[in-house]
């Protein structure tokens, strides 16, 4: 009962709910006859009396904390909706500590699913507490206007009490949910006519104190995976362990069971030759591959693979499956299949979060259609002119057959795209594209190779013209032009650049050769312009480091791939303004585009 009792203080954070020991000695000290003075008195008075009065010595809650009822306990739930989920929480008071305060427990085969949104509103019961502190951790300009801070705080959480919905619908909503901050800018301004300033959030967080910032604690059954007040951070780290979780847990679905794991024959690729790497997708093909099945999940796939049971299994189509579910005890554990790219090799994988699919499905497909559709090498480089050979010899790939596979990635690309290739789900589609690539490979191929011919020209050009510039004032330039030309062409960058930027290759080393001219007659107003651009571009490459550390969102990466390449324009604007730029560019535009 103390336990309980305790357990019940750091939920509430209420320090002296438990009663003192002088308390607890009053209490057997009433029930027990003074004449009881040894074990043996003891043991033989309660075997009589327990008889009559078997509750004569149990504490209840109210005798060790006789203020318990007045207790709100359901502002202090002991699970934390967020969609299909129901997390657990736990309570320390333990003020020093890093678990102090709340903690989330979360098993690892959900850890992909679950979003930070919403954790930052805490639980009812610290709402007062939490808008306090975040009154007194914004900066002095803003917090000397909502004083004295506690009468404030009381009247925003009234506000948002009225205003917002109620807290488990702000749970469960996850990452539909209003970000507390906002709520909490709207409040003011209602209530105080106050303007909270977009950056008067930033760090406000790490200023909050420890027990108002939720701690997350991953567990695969009772051993805890790992802690941390971030979900991302546990998110990444964790990120093999929960797909791991994943895929044990999902094994093979209800209704979907492979049909067979006897060997795919696979079309000779690039290099036209058998070798026992005929399933890897970055040199020579031909040869069978085995496929190794686990439950849903198969390796080696040098086709589309074979999903016997599946919904669609009747009319042979082989559809993976968008979704799969099992439930692993009080949890609904959810994986979405996919194909996937690993260490060159193709396989379908129950993918821990939903939105990994499209990327690595795409990505797959593409493998897929690589191997299958692929022209040996000697078929390819035969077909080069003669000033194609040359540009393209001098190109940063390793081997030529390296290279003409990076030419065949990027002529798939230009002849589908992402969103057509993660469309594929079922065996009917992807044959009917591969056969329509077939038909065209060849030549898409080829033009690709003129393309790439022409940048690597560009970058002969531009590298001789370094080579040749000898003054001392241009040595920050030619370091500056070295580092963007090394970020254009280099070791897989057929691939690498968007299909729709590939052409623009050319153009933008061609601005760098122009220049490297002026510079020579001006390096002053060289750096001047440099400047500019590497302020935008230095905003560009936070702005992207900082998605990398987050989740997968496939608008905000395609906004963010733009702003990448719109550097590039601005760039021809600033120094080659004759080349002229695919489209208006300014470093304001590219500002805005980040969002």
Known sequence: MLAEAEELEARTRSRGLIVDEDTLYDFYDERVPESIVSQRHFDRWWDRERRRQPGLLTFSLGDVAPEHEELDLAAFPDVWPQGDLTLPLTYQLSPGSEADGVTVHIPVAVLARVV?????????????????????????????????????????????????????????????????????????????????????????EERLPAHLRVTFRVEDGREVLGDSTSLLTLQRRLAPAAQAAVSAAV??????RPRSSAPQSRAGGVGGTASPQANHLGGPGGGDTVVRTTGLEQDGLATWPILAGSPAAASDTDTIPAEVTVQAGSATVRGYPALAVEGGDVSLRVLAHADAVPASHAAGVAALLLGECAFATKRVTTRWSPAQ????????????????????????????????????????????????????LEDEVLAVAGVVADALAAHRDLDVAIGRANSLALLTTLADLRAVAGGLVYEGFVAATPADRLPHLTRYLTALTHRLDKAASNPHQDAVLAGQVRDVADVVDQARAAYAAGRPDREREAQLQRARWLVEELRVSLFAQKAGTSEPVSAKRILKELG
């Open 116 to 204: 930070p949104d919403g954790f930052d509103w805490m639980v009812p019961g610290m709402a007062a507490e939490l808008a306090t502190a975040t009154i007194r951790a914004l900066p002095k300009t803003v917090r000397r206007l909502l004083v004295p801070a506690p009468d404030a705080a009381r009247d925003v959480v009234a506000w948002l009490a009225q205003h917002t919905p109620q807290w488990e619908d702000v749970a469960r909503a996850g990452d539909m949910a209003e970000p507390y901050r906002e709520a909490f800018t709207r409040a003011v301004r209602s209530l105080r006519d106050v303007e909270i300033p977009a950056d008067a959030w930033d760090g406000h």
């Open 251 to 256: 094994g093979t679905p209800a209704g979907v």
């Open 389 to 440: 050979t040359m540009a393209l010899a001098a190109s940063p790939y390793r081997t030529t057959d390296a290279l003409v596979t990076d030419l065949h990635r990027a002529a798939i690309a230009r002849l589908t795209g992402a969103d057509d290739l993660a469309s594929i789900r079922d065996r009917v589609a992807y044959e009917v594209l591969r056969d329509r690539i077939r038909a065209v």
